[in-house]
């Protein structure tokens, strides 16, 4: 079974960091790329950041791009998603999602999901 456990989210005030992370459990294949998408409240999902785990090739939304910072720890299965200068536009449930080739910025192109972890920034 194929397992996605996303932890690290909280409260932050604005220009404050947290690290996200997302542990991949019972996937098959060494190749695949993890998302990091975000929703908050009224608005659909967005793809935030992603890696490809066989090239290490990463991706960014705009508004995230030299604040967010996605890593991987293959001996760990751990994707983490490092994320500074938090403002309160960022707040929403993060969740990490597993695309079976390489990223995408396509919601349904992701096979599997996390349980999300909320994100809250204060002004």
């Known amino acids: 079974e194929v397992q996605l456990v996303e932890s690290g989210g909280g409260l932050v005030q604005a220009g404050g960091s947290l690290r996200l992370s997302c542990v991949v459990s019972?996937?098959?294949?060494?190749?695949?790329?993890i998302g990091w998408f975000r929703q908050a409240p009224g608005k659909e999902r967005e793809g935030v950041s992603c890696?490809?785990?066989?090239?290490?090739?990463?991706f960014y939304e705009d508004s995230v791009k030299g604040r967010f910072t996605i890593s991987t720890d293959n001996a760990k299965n751990t994707v983490y998603l490092q994320m500074n200068s938090l403002k309160p536009e960022d707040t929403a449930v993060y969740y990490c999602?597993?695309?079976?080739?390489?990223?995408?910025?396509?919601?349904?192109?992701?096979?599997?999901w996390g349980q999300g972890t909320q994100v809250t920034v204060s002004s």
């Open positions: 019972g996937f098959a294949w060494d190749d695949y790329a």
């Open positions: 890696i490809n785990r066989s090239d290490g090739r990463t």
């Open positions: 999602a597993l695309e079976s080739f390489v990223c995408s910025w396509i919601v349904e192109e992701y096979d599997y």
